[in-house]
């Protein structure tokens, strides 16, 4: 048998098994089953989106409220703390002139606090959650070392009143000092989690912009369809030719009726 007999057998075969190898895309996936020819939805559904849900309030306001005043406080102290050093610090202490050191060190630490406060306002303006990490990631790191510097200290504290004998005055600054300290540490904390639930309303905001725009344009190719925002979702029955439902498995849904706090 020759070369070209041989492969004209094997292409009859694959010809006569052609059937076997099609790809059918009927409502079971099989060739010769039943074409679906259901019509198409009618109603596309998204969910609600609420603007003054409570996960989206911290202390009695909207997030966005919150994390823009963070975003100014946050930016008033670190332009006071570099003036502060800039105008208190002895620059010509150092023997060669100005000490290029310090000042580089706060020329950055100027503009990285203002940089990471500002795209708190970024973010909220062009609804970007992202711009809002660096804020998230440093102030948690800055949070984390406060409080293990604040226990380090209390503990060498205790050691030394402990060993030897403290005048009242270094209790009473030591009290102060502490107090001080952990109200530095609640405020901080208290901005973190204006920033986080601003970041979380953003993120459920661009998604339901999305939705939003998914199902517009699905509109647009089909000029029938209907768009629910919210309301009551089709009964389990309705098949999904008759209703088509976007929702993300990532979305925090709210009732209708649920009233904010």
């Excluded at 949070?143 to 380090?152: A, D, G, H, K, P």
Aim: hydrophobic residues 50%.
């Amino acid at each position: 048998m020759s070369l070209r007999d041989t492969w004209e057998r094997f292409y009859a075969w694959l010809k006569n098994n052609a059937d076997s190898n099609s790809v059918s895309y009927s409502r079971f996936g099989l060739p010769g089953d039943e074409v679906d020819d259901r019509p198409p939805p009618t109603q596309i559904h998204v969910a609600e989106f609420k603007e003054d849900a409570p996960p989206f309030m911290i202390f009695g306001v909207h997030s966005i409220k919150a994390a823009v005043i963070t975003a100014g406080i946050g930016i008033s102290i670190t332009v006071f703390i570099f003036l502060s050093i800039f105008f208190e610090f002895d620059w010509y202490n150092n023997k060669k002139g100005i000490d290029i050191s310090v000042l580089v060190g706060l020329v950055l630490f100027l503009l990285v606090g203002v940089a990471i406060h500002w795209q708190i306002v970024r973010g909220v303006k062009h609804t970007q959650p992202q711009s809002l990490v660096p804020f998230i990631i440093i102030y948690s790191i800055m949070i984390l070392s406060e409080l293990l510097f604040l226990i380090l200290s209390l503990n060498q504290w205790v050691v030394v009143t402990y060993i030897q004998q403290v005048e009242q005055f270094y209790h009473l600054r030591a009290l102060f000092l502490t107090v001080m300290f952990m109200v530095v540490i609640a405020v901080q904390l208290a901005m973190l989690f204006s920033v986080i639930r601003c970041r979380n309303y953003l993120e459920k905001k661009s998604i339901h912009e999305m939705e939003m725009r998914i199902a517009e344009r699905a509109k647009i190719e089909s000029p029938g369809l209907k768009i629910v925002v919210g309301g009551s979702l089709p009964p389990p029955h309705t098949s999904v030719a008759d209703s088509t439902i976007i929702s993300s498995p990532n979305r925090t849904e709210f009732p209708t009726n649920q009233n904010p706090a």
